[in-house]
């Protein structure tokens, strides 16, 4: 379906953190990675300033764990589904078939 390796994203997912991922820096917006052992428990992985810092921080605020492992959720009982859909295609294909020949026949 993709090249996105869903289950290592989902472990990714799983080992990172709850906290806020965002800080206002006063200068602009910081993602940080929360952990105990920084000078001030949080670790910088990006910066956003400009005029583009507040759609980018919306963003990594909204791209959290909790939602990715939401969204793979939904994607994989989607995947369910349309794997019993093509199932019940199938059948009803064979069914349909079969009706089609009785009908022949009679």
Same mark, same amino acid.
Request: with cysteine.
């Given at each position: ?9 989902? @472990? ?7 906290? #806020? &991922? ?6 602009? &917006? ?6 105990? #052992? ?9 910066? %956003? ?9 919306? %963003? ?12 793979? #959720? $939904? ?17 009803? @294909? ?9 009908? $022949?026949?009679?």
């Amino acid at each position: 379906m993709s090249n996105i390796d869903k289950r290592a994203l989902r @472990e990714a997912a799983e080992r990172a953190t709850e906290s #806020d &991922w965002i800080v206002d820096a006063h200068e602009g &917006w910081h993602a940080v990675i929360p952990v105990a #052992d920084a000078v001030n428990g949080n670790y910088i992985i990006a910066e %956003f300033q400009g005029p583009e810092s507040k759609r980018n921080r919306d %963003f990594v605020a909204a791209a959290n764990p909790a939602i990715v492992l939401a969204l793979l #959720d $939904e994607l994989e009982a989607a995947d369910a589904l349309n794997k019993h859909l093509e199932l019940a295609i199938r059948r009803a @294909e064979g069914c349909s078939e079969a009706l089609r020949r009785k009908l $022949e026949a009679a």
